[in-house]
């Protein structure tokens, strides 16, 4: 019997090892004047100039100064031409963007801007999100239907 305690008090006690804790990625959505002026208008600037692409068939690719590597290597006039046939077919003619939210990763610093776009067609429902690290650079574009509530993924 007392065999049996001792084993059942073993197994217990593997059984309740303390395990790392998840870390979750917070999001804090941000009043819209708490944020930097300059890098939400950054952030206007190259999102609108993604999407004035689909117009002009014209993009002026990013500087390192304006976003990481990854972001300068993935967006290119191909990738863009591909997306903004199918965008101005669906949508029209990309009008501009208007900000709609801001939240902050509490893990990386990592600032997203949630932009409403506007288009011509009164079908479209598209946002766009603007990631801007902590060094200030773009670090991803996304673009996705609209939701009214933010689901970070």
């Excluded at 101005?88 to 600032?111: I, P």
Aim: aromatic share 10%.
């Amino acid at each position: 019997m007392k065999k049996l305690i001792v084993i059942l008090s073993l197994i217990a006690l593997v059984g309740c090892k303390s395990k790392k804790a998840h870390q979750e990625n917070k999001i804090v959505k941000l009043a819209l004047t708490e944020v930097n002026n300059s890098q939400k208008n950054k952030a206007y600037e190259l999102g609108k100039r993604v999407l004035m692409t689909c117009n002009t068939s014209k993009f002026k690719p990013f500087k390192t100064s304006e976003a990481t590597t990854s972001v300068i290597n993935n967006i290119t006039i191909e990738k863009l031409s591909k997306t903004c046939s199918k965008y101005r077919q669906w949508y029209g003619t990309f009008k501009d963007l208007q900000l709609a939210e801001v939240y902050q990763s509490k893990n990386d610093q990592t600032t997203i801007y949630r932009f409403r776009a506007l288009y011509s067609k009164k079908v479209a429902n598209k946002e766009l999100r603007v990631f801007v690290n902590s060094e200030n650079l773009v670090s991803a574009i996304k673009t996705s239907d609209w939701a009214e509530t933010f689901i970070y993924n």
